[in-house]
């Protein structure tokens, strides 16, 4: 539910859980460790009330988590927007070295892929009673096992 508090629009955090992606008990961490800044509370409920620049961080926020961003990078990622200095190299390096750590992944997804096709087709193999596919299978499975190492 989206209030007025003055002429500040405020989204509570179950609304603000919804809109960026993250949970309510992430957002509490984020504020306790001081990834997101103190929230405001509302002076009847106690309640955190996100303003509109905390949404528009905190979407951000939500969108870097769910590329599996560390809370240091996201740290990092805050302190080059403060603006006080030209932080473009720094936000360069630390978005390829995302990049870069999704791409591994990426690859190691690929290969855990490969190994349980591999699984499948055996499988299906001794299903139908081919000892000679069965055969031709096996050494594949261990190659691509070394590579799950």
Known sequence: MTTTDGDRASV????MSKIS?????TLRYYEKIGLIGPVPRDESSGHRRYGGHA???I???GCLRATGMSV????DYLRFLDGREDNAALMRELFERNVC???EEIERMHVRGRYLALKAELWAARERGDADGEN????EIAAARE???
């Open 147 to 149: 590579g799950l190492r």
């Open 59 to 61: 979407e951000a926020l």
């Open 72 to 75: 240091q990078d996201m740290r």
């Open 101 to 103: 750590r999704i791409q």
């Open 12 to 15: 509570s955090i179950q609304d």
């Open 136 to 139: 031709r299978i096996v050494p």
């Open 55 to 57: 949404v528009v961080m």
């Open 21 to 25: 992606g993250l949970s309510e008990a």
